[in-house]
């Protein structure tokens, strides 16, 4: 029987202010992606604080998405609209070469929101206005990290603004001795807004170098080493409001380098991958209470492998279309449509996608839908061939049968909630398997897994200067690694069955501002994870700008303030408590 607790998590306790000194003399949170990190903060760094979220970190240089128990393969990012797919491997699908303080707050997209996303969940960003912004940052901390950044913007008319953006952060031995880690970026935007109308152009890029021993199941005896270069392209343009009727679409391009080192066994694998996206998608006006959405996307993907590397010479296109027409009544909202993929060389896949929501008090909704994905195996799950590894060329496209319950209300302006429960069922699953203790993980379809859980939010917002999110995800897989007659699952069955997330953006008086991340999970059982499964991370960011000089401002930053030693992935370090503080200019 697998253990019960109940977890009780108390972040501050602190004396209310009165009204008059809220109103008169402390500043509102202003709540964009960077919120609670550093403003050059990358963009896997945000995802810590999104309920519904894991982010499952390497070091910092490499880091997995799990949405509602996912593998890293069913997760991902989308920008403005436009899903970012590595065919390469979704180890890399929290990559995006844009520092989060250009993009808003992410949403968590499942189920019909999800259209044209990644197999379970996408956490989809949009660029925010260009206002004249300039800032500089530099800072420091342990592990000898440093890292500066530079935004300028500037409004060459009323509609019109430009934006340039760079910065770099080095650091040494964040989890093992020899893992050390570099980044560089820079990039352009160019964003015309009038009325209800956006257009935003950008080219970024992006190089990382770091030491990856332990990373991807390799034995943390064997040094490795890995580069990454990541430039994006990118073309979008909106009409209307997201919540009502508007048309939307973009196209970009986006290059991947990938060059990963194992020098005691003499090995290199160079790869470079590309990806030319396009997608249109709208909501028409209603018409005697019907209206129609729709979507069509495509990508075509291109993998070249340097010299004799195993992921070889491929290119493939994929396509689909959502047809989601839609009626409303005075409580009931009812869609109903279908969505279909197109694969080179498979045959169509036709997924149903439905949904409806009942109004049950001014402020009480209740919810459900039934959706179905589809996604093809990367190529490092084809054919990847390391002395570690080894990648299974039978794999067929993985499918998701999903669905969801629930209840979501808004019982005044200062609070909101969502309770819901799910189930998915998921075929051709891929998973990375090791037989035995001494053997390769191995890509392995281990056929039917059923997912059920259940998802709990709770936003409380009593001030503009204060803002608080309680979460909490409870998973249920019904297979185990030994069901297959494997030692060990290194993904798929490696999860949160328990997951508590709360954060806190608070303003107490105008010149200080406090954020925390806390989360607490309880993972499910591994052969090969050596230490406890319980998990406790945290992360705190204090920012003092003087009333003298509000210019400047001074940011503390602390990482896993609790020193955790939990092992995000099993049998791998984690990287030791980190403390920080920053200096950023304003003009």
Not at 421 to 429: E, I, K, Q
Request: charged fraction near 20%.
């Amino acid at each position: 029987m697998k253990p019960i607790f109940i977890v009780t998590v108390t972040l501050f306790s602190f004396r209310v202010l009165c009204a008059e000194e809220i109103v008169t003399n402390v500043a509102p949170i202003v709540v964009t992606a960077a919120a609670q990190t550093a403003e050059s903060a990358a963009i896997h760094e945000v995802l810590r604080a999104e309920p519904g979220v894991v982010l499952n970190s390497q070091g910092g240089a490499q880091n997995d998405l799990s949405i509602r128990g996912s593998s890293f393969s069913g997760a991902g990012l989308a920008l403005g609209g436009l899903t970012l797919r590595n065919p390469q491997t979704e180890h890399f699908n929290a990559e995006l070469p844009l520092p989060a303080v250009m993009l808003s707050r992410p949403k968590v997209l499942t189920g019909l929101d999800n259209q044209g996303g990644h197999l379970t969940g996408t956490a989809g960003f949009d660029l925010l206005p260009i206002s004249g912004k300039k800032q500089v940052e530099t800072g420091f901390g342990s592990d000898h990290r440093d890292w500066q950044s530079a935004l300028v913007q500037h409004m060459l008319t009323k509609q019109l603004g430009l934006g340039l953006f760079g910065g770099r952060e080095s650091a040494e031995g964040v989890d093992y001795k020899d893992n050390d880690y570099d980044r560089e970026y820079a990039g352009g935007h160019v964003q015309y807004r009038e009325d209800d109308v956006q257009v935003d152009a950008l080219a970024a890029h992006q190089k990382k170098e770091f030491g990856a021993r332990g990373y991807y199941g390799v034995s943390d005896a064997v040094p490795a080493n890995e580069k990454t270069e990541d430039t994006l392209v990118y073309l979008s343009a909106r009409k209307g409001d997201l919540n009502s009727d508007y048309l939307r679409g973009g196209v970009s391009w986006h290059e991947f380098h990938d060059d990963y080192a194992l020098p005691t066994y003499t090995y290199l694998n160079q790869h470079r991958s590309q990806v030319s996206s396009a997608f249109f998608d709208g909501r028409t006006m209603e018409v005697n209470r019907w209206a129609f959405g729709w979507r069509a996307d495509m990508d075509h993907e291109q993998i070249d492998s340097v010299g004799s590397g195993p992921l070889g010479h491929f290119n493939r296109t994929r396509g689909g279309v959502s047809l989601l027409p839609q009626w409303q009544g005075d409580r009931l909202k009812v869609t109903a449509g279908m969505r279909s993929e197109f694969f080179t060389g498979e045959s169509p896949y036709y997924l149903p996608q439905a949904g409806l929501d009942y109004q049950l008090s001014d402020n009480l909704t209740a919810f459900a839908a039934y959706t179905e994905t589809v996604r093809q195996p990367s190529y490092t799950e084809l054919n990847y061939n390391s002395p570690f590894s080894l990648g299974n060329s039978g794999l067929e496209p993985q499918t998701e049968q999903q669905m969801e319950t629930g209840l979501k209300g808004t019982p005044s302006e200062h609070t909101d909630w969502k309770v819901s429960a799910f189930y998915r069922r998921s075929h051709n699953t891929v998973d990375w398997m090791k037989t035995n203790s001494a053997a390769r993980w191995t890509a392995v379809d281990i056929g039917n897994l059923d997912i059920y859980g259940t998802a709990a939010r709770f936003g409380w917002y009593p001030a503009k200067n204060i803002e608080m999110q309680l979460a909490h995800t409870w998973i249920y897989k019904d297979r185990t690694a030994a069901d297959f007659g494997n030692y060990a699952s290194r993904y798929a069955l490696d999860y949160p069955e328990h997951l508590t997330q709360a954060s806190l953006l608070w303003r107490p008086v105008k010149p200080i501002e406090i954020g925390t991340v806390q989360s607490l999970r309880w993972q499910t059982d591994n052969a090969v994870r050596t230490g406890g499964d319980f998990g406790a991370d945290s992360s705190f960011v204090v920012r003092f700008t003087p009333p003298q000089a509000d210019y400047a401002t001074l940011s503390f930053l602390l990482n896993n303030a609790w020193d955790d030693n939990f092992q995000t992935f099993p049998g791998q370090r984690t990287p030791e408590r980190f403390a920080g503080v920053s200096l950023t200019l304003n003009w």
